[in-house]
T-cell receptor, first 110, second 107 residues
């Protein structure tokens, strides 16, 4: 059981480049979430999904898109990266309210 | 709207001293509250939830609806308690987290 995995672990982008972060879970959880973690700001919800094929906006969705084509995967896309998107990104999945987190992706946008 | 406030960004105490991490919330419904912890170089994990009324690693938290608080307490801090602690509120199919408190236990 791998739990929640995230790919990649680290990435450096130049302003304007695009990328996709992959979150995968093998626990058959319905709910999946993407957060960003910034110093002094805590964890802020970007987008989430309550089931395969569904997505919803969180607290800070601007500049990001998501897709949940398969139950086990939740993709986070940055179409045109900006320095303000430099952050650590965490994915989580949950059967209900207890969330299981991935190890995080450290993204730097220069 | 759901809101969680952790007023202390940093908290430093000596080993063996009592610890209290503060958490206040705002929510119109019946709250379900949690504490998550992130140790150095590890992923976030659930520490405890108010409905189970458990004591995990010596930590307890009591929900006070009158004061809308869910403070985390431990009577005797240990060095391995140094970590980032997040209070979280469940509602509308998502968790809202506070800003986090970095707890440092000094030897």
């Amino acid at each position: 059981n791998a739990g929640v995995t995230q790919t990649p672990k680290f990435r450096v982008l130049k302003t304007g480049q695009s990328m996709t972060l992959l979150c995968a879970q093998d626990m058959n959880h319905e709910y999946m979430y993407w957060y960003r973690q910034d110093p002094g700001m805590g964890l802020r919800l970007i987008h989430y999904s309550v089931g395969e094929g569904t997505t919803a906006k969180g607290e800070v969705p601007d500049g990001y898109n998501v897709s949940r084509l398969k139950k086990q995967n939740f993709l986070l896309g940055l179409e045109s990266a900006a320095p303000s998107q430099t952050s650590v990104y965490f994915c989580a999945s949950s059967p209900y309210y207890e969330q299981y987190f991935g190890p995080g992706t450290r993204l730097t946008v220069t | 709207a759901q809101r969680v406030t952790q007023p202390e960004k940093l908290l430093s105490v000596f080993k063996g001293a009592p610890v209290e991490l503060k958490c206040n919330y705002s929510y119109s419904g019946s709250p379900e509250l949690f504490w998550y912890v992130q140790y150095s170089r590890q992923r976030l994990q659930l520490l405890l939830r108010h409905i189970s009324r458990e004591s995990i690693k010596g930590f307890t938290a009591d929900l006070n609806k009158g004061e809308t608080s869910f403070h985390l307490k431990k009577p005797f801090a240990q060095e391995e308690d140094s970590a980032m602690y997040y209070c979280a509120l469940w509602g509308a199919q998502k968790l809202v987290f506070g800003q986090g408190t970095r707890l440092t236990i000094n030897p």
